[in-house]
Structure formats: C-alpha cells, structure tokens
C-alpha cells in the first residue's frame, strides 16, 4: 500500500546518465564514488563491482591525471552501472574521460579556464550523450561572490552554480545536474532549498565532509531527510570517512525511512531493557551479517524477549525473540517455533528464513 504521508517530489526535467534516469519522477538515485586509485582499474573495478552490488545505480571517479582518464575506457567497459568522471579544472582529462565512453561528467565550466575549452568539453559532451553535475561546495565559491555574500552562504553557492548554470545553457547544453555541498546542515538544507525554486534541474544532494560512518551518517540522514521529505533531491550520496560501500547502505536507509525507496530486508530491533533475556545486540548483528547479500524486501524482527518481543514486532514478516536460553521464531506475530539453546538459535532461525525465501520466490 502506497503511504498517503510519503514526501512528494518536486517535479523537475528528467536527464539521463548513461542508462539512468533523474528527476522527474522516476525514483531517487542512489550513488557514490570510488576511493582507489582509478589508475589501478582492476581495483577500481572491483570496487565498483561491490557498490552496485549494494545498490548503487551511478558510480563516480576521481580522474587527477591522464593516466586515470585512461584507465576508464576499461573501468566502464567492465562497470556494471554508468561511471562519471570528477575532473577539476582540466578541461584535457574531461575530454579524455569522454572520449573513454564515461556517462557523466562532473565538472564546473566556470573553472576550467577560457571558452574555448568551454566550448570543447560541452560539445564533448553533447556528442558523447553525457550528463554534466555542476557541484558547488562551500570551499569552492568564487572570491568575487565571497566578497558580495560576506562568506560562503547558501545564497553565495546558489548564485555560483547558477554562473556554470548559464555556461551550459549558452551553449544549449542541458542534461545538468547540480549539487550545492557545504559540511554544515543547515547551510546546505538552506542552498538547495533556494535552488529547488530557481532551477528545474534534477539536483544531486549530500552534505559533504560529513565525518566518520556514526557522525557522517546521522549528519547526511538529517541533511538528506529534511530535504527528501520536502521532496527536494532527485539523487544522493552519503559522503563518510570509511567504506563507501557503507556509503550506500546508509543512502538506502535514508530513502528507505521516508518511502522513497527499498531494498533488501529491514530489519528491526528492539532497544533492550530490563526485561531482555538473551545477548541481544550479537545476535542482532548476525543476522544482520547473514541478511547483507539478500536483495528481497521484507521485514525481519529480533526482539529481545519472548513475552513482548512478538506483539512489539507483530508486522515483521519473519522474527526472533530471544528467552532464557530459549528463542521462538515468529511470523506476523504468530509463534512457528520454540527453540531451545542460543547456540541453536541462529542456525533455526536461518533455516526458516531460508524456507520463508523460497516461498516467496516460489
Ligand atoms: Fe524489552 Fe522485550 Fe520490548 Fe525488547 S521486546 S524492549 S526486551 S520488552
């Protein structure tokens, strides 16, 4: 059943990278950005291999030198989802990237020099059906818009993007996208708001420099989830400082919390209390552990007693709740079997999830 209380999306053009929709309203892009050397394309791909794996749709690299740029004619030969090359300033590498056959470039043409060059990599772009992100951060705004904003505001950065905005669309160029990133919330949340009623552009939203996989997390999900829920925002990415794998199983649990978006199993847990009869918080991570490579949408409950556990979680498809050396693995709230010993536990409890899959994908 649809949730009448699921953000609306804002409406914007649709523009494609590679074989991948945004905006409109087809559904929130989930993405994100290798951390190796994109020179070493065996491991670039692999690392590509395992964020599409996790669910994301549009994959980024960093191209520093010509080399990187070289490296992605094999890099997107071999990607399962289309790559966009990040290029600061060299208009060179943006060119290289294309001529590689990447979907998507990210690029700013105000900081790539004179407009010729301009006029070369738009082309590029044209002729190679590619999409182009203007991303503004917070650190990138232009001196002469720091000194007319006092700083770099939300205003500063809109007014930046909007200037890389008008390059592409002198040129007829518009399969744009646009990210507007600042490390604090509020500067962000502020800046696309403002940007969301200049532009009809899909925009890409993050908050950037977020910090580590906790602080990172809960600073995107309520940057993110502010925006998403005002229906701003057609792709995203979690920016951490860690695997960015974890990058997107936090973007999927952002989209998942507001209904944008689902994949793989919820699973829901209860917080402990003084009532909990089992070591709760292990077993929820194994099972967690065990559900990572599930792709089906369902909801699985580990409780921690078997008194309230399975009222509590009497919408889980599937759960567990633990009891004095005792489990009982219920569906939908009914109890399908008493288990005795922790050890056996966790091996029941697969053993019917397993059973419960195969019946769903009957
Ligand atoms: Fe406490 Fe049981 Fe509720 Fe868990 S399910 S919070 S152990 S009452």
Redesign the pocket.
């Given at each position: 059943m649809v949730d009448p209380y699921r953000p609306q999306r804002r409406q914007t053009r649709t523009i494609h990278v590679g074989d991948v929709p945004l905006g409109g309203d087809h559904p929130v892009v989930v993405q994100s950005m290798t951390n190796t050397d994109t020179r070493d394309a065996e491991t670039t791909i692999a690392q590509i291999a395992a964020l599409a794996d996790a669910g994301a749709a549009l994959v980024r690299c960093a191209v520093p030198d010509m080399k990187a740029s070289e490296a992605l004619r094999s890099i997107r030969e071999a990607s399962p989802v289309p790559i966009i090359a990040d290029i600061h300033f060299d208009h060179k590498l943006a060119l290289a990237a294309l001529e590689a056959g990447v979907q998507g470039l990210r690029i700013n043409p105000g900081n790539i020099g004179n407009e010729a060059k301009v006029d070369a990599v738009v082309s590029a772009a044209k002729a190679a059906d590619a999409a182009i992100r203007i991303g503004v951060n917070s650190g990138s705004v232009e001196k002469e818009l720091l000194a007319k904003f006092g700083g770099p505001t939300p205003e500063a950065m809109v007014e930046s993007a909007l200037k890389h905005v008008a390059m592409l669309e002198k040129r007829g160029f518009y399969e744009t996208k646009i990210s507007l990133k600042s490390s604090s919330v509020t500067h962000t949340v502020a800046a696309y708001r403002i940007l969301a009623e200049r532009v009809d552009y899909p925009l890409h939203i993050g908050v950037t420099e977020a910090g580590t996989l906790l602080s990172g997390s809960v600073k995107s999900a309520v940057g993110l989830g502010v925006l998403l829920y005002e229906g701003v925002g057609d792709t995203l990415r979690v920016s951490l400082t860690h695997d960015p794998v974890a990058e997107v199983g936090v973007a999927w649990q952002i989209l998942r919390s507001l209904g944008l978006g689902e994949r793989g199993p919820e699973i829901i847990s209860?917080?402990?209390?003084?009532?909990?009869?089992i070591d709760?918080i292990p077993l929820a991570e194994e099972v967690e552990a065990r559900l990572r490579t599930v792709d089906e949408v369902f909801t699985v409950a580990v409780?921690?007693?078997v008194?309230?556990?399975p009222g509590?979680?009497k919408e889980a498809d599937i759960g567990i709740?633990g009891g004095r050396n005792k489990g009982i693995i219920f569906k939908k709230g009914e109890v399908v079997r008493t288990v005795r010993g922790r050890e056996n536990l966790l091996p029941a409890f697969m053993e019917e999830l397993d059973a419960f899959l195969a019946h769903r994908r009957g």
């Open positions: 209860c917080p402990t209390c003084g009532r909990t009869e709760l409780m921690g007693c008194v309230n556990g509590e979680a709740a």
